[in-house]
T-cell receptor
Framework: DTEVTQTPKHLVMGMTNKKSLKCEQHMGHRAMYWYKQKAKKPPELMFVYSYEKLSINESVPSRFSPECPNSSLLNLHLHALQPEDSALYLC???????????????FGQGTRLTVV | KQEVTQIPAALSVPEGENLVLNCSFTDSAIYNLQWFRQDPGKGLTSLLLIQSSQREQTSGRLNASLDKSSGRSTLYIAASQPGDSATYLCAVTFRLNTGRRALTFGSGTRLQVQP
């Protein structure tokens, strides 16, 4: 099983809403990542969790709040987003953090987020 | 700042043609390079991973090569099929300014294989 599962697939939210994106993997991977991808652009790294601890925050605004409840789950809590935050949000995992050893990253299918 | 560039940005070929996608990177001190496929509005599917110590990897009709000294990788697709139509992304693991490593993506090559 090399699957990273993201829910929901699509999400429309207002600027005053609070919502969460979820990501799950059962491959025993100990590193999980959030990426943001705008249309026709490459994915950009947002956060890295290494052994359930936040290890990289790429200067992401505080309206995005990541959480890693256990080694299989990764959440991204959203609050007071702006229309320019509309994008495809991708979750990825790897056996070990990329900065520990050379490992392959596996991506989920993404959540298409629209902020209205 | 490390950068990854992919050429061409878009490519249209007839079915059955062999083709080469190019990826170049500015810093030769990479840890590994990964090729992904992305269908419109979908996530990324890992195709091949090349470690920095390797020169090439093969999977079915796909062959990826790595030349660290020149900062280049190529993805060769043999006997292309309409189902190969997608965007192909090259991603390189660099060391960030913070000292940590992370995947940095190129902008991708959008491939259309005509039946």
């Amino acid at each position: 099983d090399t699957e990273v599962t993201q829910t929901p697939k699509h999400l429309v939210m207002g600027m005053t809403n609070k919502k969460s994106l979820k990501c799950e993997q059962h491959m025993g991977h100990r590193a999980m990542y959030w990426y943001k991808q705008k249309a026709k652009k490459p994915p950009e790294l947002m956060f890295v969790y290494s052994y359930e601890k936040l290890s990289i925050n790429e200067s992401v605004p505080s309206r995005f709040s990541p959480e890693c409840p256990n080694s299989s789950l990764l959440n991204l809590h959203l609050h007071a987003l702006q229309p320019e935050d509309s994008a495809l949000y991708l979750c990825a995992s790897s056996l070990a953090p990329i900065d520990r050893m050379n490992t392959e990253a596996f991506f989920g299918q993404g959540t298409r987020l629209t902020v209205v | 700042k490390q950068e990854v560039t992919q050429i061409p940005a878009a490519l249209s070929v007839p079915e059955g043609e062999n083709l080469v996608l190019n990826c170049s990177f500015t810093d030769s001190a990479i840890y590994n390079l990964q090729w992904f496929r992305q269908d419109p509005g979908k996530g990324l599917t890992s195709l091949l991973l090349i470690q920095s110590s390797q020169r090439e990897q093969t999977s079915g009709r796909l062959n990826a090569s790595l030349d660290k000294s020149s900062g280049r990788s190529t993805l060769y697709i043999a006997a292309s099929q309409p189902g190969d139509s997608a965007t192909y992304l090259c991603a390189v693991t660099f060391r960030l300014n913070t000292g940590r490593r992370a995947l940095t993506f190129g902008s991708g090559t959008r491939l259309q294989v005509q039946p």
